[in-house]
T-cell receptor, first 113, second 115 residues
Framework: DQQVKQNSPSLSVQEGRISILNCDYT??????FLWYKKYPAEGPTFLIS?????DKNEDGRFTVFLNKSAKHLSLHIVPSQPGDSAVYFC????????????FGGGTRLMVKP | KAGVTQTPRYLIKTRGQQVTLSCSPI?????VSWYQQTPGQGLQFLFE???????NKGNFPGRFSGRQFSNSRSEMNVSTLELGDSALYLC??????????????FGSGTRLTVV
């Protein structure tokens, strides 16, 4: 039972355009969401997070949107750069889960020059 | 400030053997969590230790175990290795027990191959 899903395994975008990565979750107890960027054979690197009390959080080129009623979040990268090419994971944490994250399956983003 | 250090980086073991992986958290961090990444199952939570106590455990068989020492360093052990245990094992450390957001940082992982 996948509680966090990323339905697009891959996404290809032209440099300078917007990249939109999507994530859905089923567990209503999740109250904190994160996006990570990952390269092969390396650990995930934190990008941006959002608490369930907000619907938007922005950090430079990265913006995360949360739609609690739809149990959906998205990561927008504007403008996309070739260095953004990597696998992106969304992850969720619940109030009583301590330091435990539930990850989606990842989306491979390719930004073409 | 040193990051999360995992040793060894790569490991090859034979089916039936056991293996121990090590994770040294960022200085001052007291919580260490372990994850397994495989192509089929993605990133899955194994367990979390805080102040030498296991706080959370994922859905893995008893062959997977761990411990944390008084200096917050953690080890995980897998006994009776199976081919399906081949994976990238990641640990993450954080400052306290207050949940995600307290500087939750991942190491580079240990790539375990079981032959």
């Amino acid at each position: 039972d996948q509680q966090v899903k990323q339905n697009s395994p891959s996404l290809s975008v032209q440099e300078g355009r917007i990249s939109i990565l999507n994530c859905d979750y089923t567990n209503s107890m999740f109250d904190y969401f994160l996006w990570y960027k990952k390269y092969p054979a390396e650990g995930p690197t934190f990008l941006i997070s959002i608490s369930s009390i907000k619907d938007k959080n922005e950090d430079g080129r990265f913006t995360v949107f949360l739609n609690k009623s739809a149990k959906h979040l998205s990561l927008h990268i504007v403008p996309s750069q070739p260095g953004d090419s990597a696998v992106y994971f969304c992850a969720a944490s619940g109030n009583n889960a301590g330091n435990m994250l539930t990850f989606g399956g990842g989306t491979r983003l390719m930004v073409k020059p | 400030k040193a990051g999360v250090t995992q040793t060894p980086r790569y490991l090859i073991k034979t089916r039936g053997q056991q293996v121990t992986l090590s994770c040294s958290p960022i200085s001052g961090h007291r919580s260490v969590s372990w994850y397994q990444q495989t192509p089929g199952q993605g990133l899955q939570f194994l367990f979390e230790y805080f102040s030498e106590t296991q706080r959370n455990k994922g859905n893995f068989p008893g062959r997977f175990s761990g411990r944390q020492f008084s200096n917050s360093r953690s080890e995980m052990n897998v006994s009776t290795l199976e081919l399906g245990d081949s994976a990238l094992y990641l640990c993450a450390s954080s400052l306290g027990a207050g949940g995600i957001g307290y500087g939750y940082t991942f190491g580079s992982g240990t790539r375990l191959t079981v032959v």
